[in-house]
């Protein structure tokens, strides 16, 4: 934040950088690593304009595993706010193919200084009409490498006709990038924002205070959060007394929001529309997303839990793990067909097979469609816990937890248990100040979900939750302890 750049400047900058990958020979693409900073625009915006591959991944082991599960020549673009010069000299020897380019902002509408190139190894630039992107899909496996290849119409189709027309974007768009841009989540909001001429504030890292200070300072009309930091907003001390009068739209997804955070969010901001999606990586992002009508919680009502309809040209279906379809109002896989969905994940045959299977991309998320083919996501299959042989849904049982006060943030995982095979436990933190009884929480609990889902085990803890870098809560971090030695 604090300069102004235009779209005239964002495409000079963008045509200098992709001109500067032509002379220097670039194959293959960019990796970026963007850390809310407008250059990262100028990098994802000058890769599709030199026709190069977009790779997007956070500062961290995947930097090295993704250049390493590459295996191409590529010019290798690091877009960074600090220099981390020793790592990429230890990461250049270890990929002696594969020119490295490093680079770091110095300074508002400077541009990039180059620090080094590593590897004088003479390549020549490919365009690829096919793969616009590779990227992690949702950060899930930081430490093995698994990108999805998007390609160049997907993209345009998600991003022009899904994100633009569904949102709403416009040039009186402010949108503020709380996620990091190398969510996709948020690097959809990236490419319509800059399409429509809005404009883009960015903060340097979420941290609800000077989140909230940005939306009232910058006048921020959109924003894109996903649930445990919605519940971060609404949880800050004084949230009430910060300006929202500008913004219409927050828009959340990646998991299932917690009843308490969604009636809360509904108390602070009665008017302001809630756009409830659901989407992947693997979809470009979006895969549903809320009618315009119901996005006013005073007209949506139970709706709003929903995350809508298939967008434009995607079909989506629940079904059995047979793949076929399930009867409304029955729990199973949601699977989705679309110009959208990713070709495969790169170098990963066994993988894609598995994820893509008769046209259909296969989610690994757990659904109900009702009759009007309204989507409402479960859990994901792989958080599901199984207990006594019973199916136990960890999202119910956080949404019932999450609404006895004093709870702060919650997560239900499954742990080893001898009888039943998995048992039910959560982890609270509590807010400031609040004192959790554990027998007051299965008591509240009893009252609101049925007695085999509410937890036989609670533990309350002063430390945050951990959290990936798109905001999810990292339950296999959480079941490790419990499930080491044992099947994950």
């Not at 119409?153 to 190398?182: K, Q």
């Not at 909001?189 to 300072?217: D, K, N, W």
């Not at 990586?281 to 139970?302: D, F, H, K, Q, Y």
């Not at 079909?315 to 679309?338: N, S």
């Amino acid at each position: 934040m604090g300069s102004d750049r235009d779209q005239r400047g964002i495409a000079m900058t963008t045509t200098t950088l992709a001109a500067g990958g032509h002379l220097h020979g670039s194959t293959g693409g960019a990796l970026e690593t963007y850390l809310r900073r407008p250059e990262g625009i100028h990098g994802v915006a000058a890769n599709s304009f030199g026709g190069t591959v977009t790779v997007v991944c956070a500062i961290g082991p995947s930097v090295e595993d993704t250049v390493r599960h590459m295996r191409s020549r590529s010019w290798v673009n690091f877009l960074s706010s600090i220099p981390p010069l020793g790592r990429f000299r230890a990461l250049s020897r270890r990929t002696r193919d594969m020119p490295v380019l490093v680079g770091w902002s110095v300074g508002a509408g400077q541009g990039f200084r180059v620090a080094e190139v590593f590897c004088a190894a003479s390549v020549v630039l490919l365009a690829f009409p096919i793969t616009a992107g590779l990227l992690y899909p949702s950060f899930r496996q930081l430490l093995r490498p698994e990108i999805a290849a998007l390609t160049m119409a997907g993209t345009s189709l998600s991003v022009a006709m899904n994100a633009i027309l569904l949102v709403g974007f416009d040039r009186t768009s402010v949108y503020m990038h709380a996620p990091p841009m190398f969510h996709l989540n948020d690097g959809m909001s990236t490419y319509a924002v800059t399409m429509v001429g809005g404009t883009h504030v960015f903060i340097p890292r979420f941290e609800p205070g000077a989140c909230l200070a940005a939306i009232q300072q910058y006048r921020v009309t959109n924003v894109a959060l996903a649930p445990t930091m919605v519940t971060m907003l609404i949880n800050h001390p004084g949230v009430e007394t910060f300006d929202f009068s500008a913004m219409r739209q927050i828009h959340f997804g990646s998991s299932p929001m917690p009843e308490a955070t969604l009636k809360r969010a509904i108390e602070l901001w009665p008017n302001l529309l809630l756009n409830h999606g659901w989407g992947m990586t693997e979809t470009s992002p979006i895969g549903t997303m809320l009618p315009w009508e119901l996005r006013l919680p005073a007209v949506a009502g139970e709706r709003l839990r929903s995350c809508g309809h298939s967008a434009p040209n995607c079909e989506v279906m629940v079904v059995d793990e047979a793949g076929k379809e399930v009867a409304r109002g029955a729990v199973g896989e949601l699977i989705i067909r679309g110009p959208n969905v990713m070709v495969g994940y790169w170098k990963k045959p066994e993988e894609t097979a598995a994820a893509l299977r008769n046209g259909w991309l296969y989610t690994g998320d757990a659904a109900v469609m009702d009759e009007d083919g309204f989507v409402y996501i479960v859990d994901r299959l792989k958080d599901m816990i199984i207990s006594g042989g019973e199916n136990v849904y960890s999202t119910e049982v956080e949404s019932a937890i999450s609404l006895f006060p004093g709870v702060a943030e919650v997560a239900v995982i499954g742990i080893p248990d001898e009888r039943w095979g998995e048992a039910v436990h959560a982890i609270i933190v509590p807010r400031p100040g609040a004192g959790l009884d554990v027998e007051k929480i299965r008591q509240h609990c009893r009252g609101l979900i049925a007695g085999y889902k509410v937890p036989r085990s609670i533990e309350i803890r002063a430390r945050p939750l951990p959290l990936s870098g798109s905001g999810k809560v990292l339950k296999t971090v959480l079941r490790e302890p419990f499930w080491r030695g044992r099947r994950l």
